[in-house]
C-alpha cells in the first residue's frame, strides 16, 4: 500500500507541474488555473462513479485532491472556502 500511495503522490506532483508549466505559458496564469480547476472540479461532480459502496466519499476523496493539486499553485478563491 505504501509503494501504491507513494506512486499516486508522484503522479501528483508530475500533473502539478505538467499544470504549472501549461499555466506560466498562458498570458493571465491566474486566470488559466481558475477556469482549469472549475472545469476538473466539474469533472469530478458529473463523473458515473460505479462499484463503490460509498459513491458521495469517492467524490469528496476526489474533490479534496483537486483542491490539494490546484492549493500548490494558486490559493482557493474566498467564495470556495
Avoid: W, Y
Avoid at 503522479?11 to 488555473?33: E, K, M, S, W
Avoid at 477556469?35 to 463523473?47: H, K, L, S, W, Y
Amino acid at each position: 500500500m505504501e509503494e501504491l500511495n507513494g506512486r499516486m503522490i508522484a503522479c501528483q506532483i508530475l500533473i502539478t507541474g505538467l499544470i504549472a508549466r501549461v499555466a506560466n505559458d498562458q498570458a493571465d496564469p491566474l486566470r488559466f488555473l481558475s477556469e482549469f480547476r472549475d472545469e476538473i472540479r466539474a469533472v469530478v461532480a458529473g463523473i458515473r462513479i460505479g462499484g463503490a459502496l460509498d459513491t458521495e466519499r469517492v467524490r469528496l476523496t476526489a474533490q479534496q485532491t483537486v483542491d490539494e493539486l490546484f492549493s500548490l499553485m494558486k490559493p482557493p478563491s474566498p467564495a470556495e472556502e
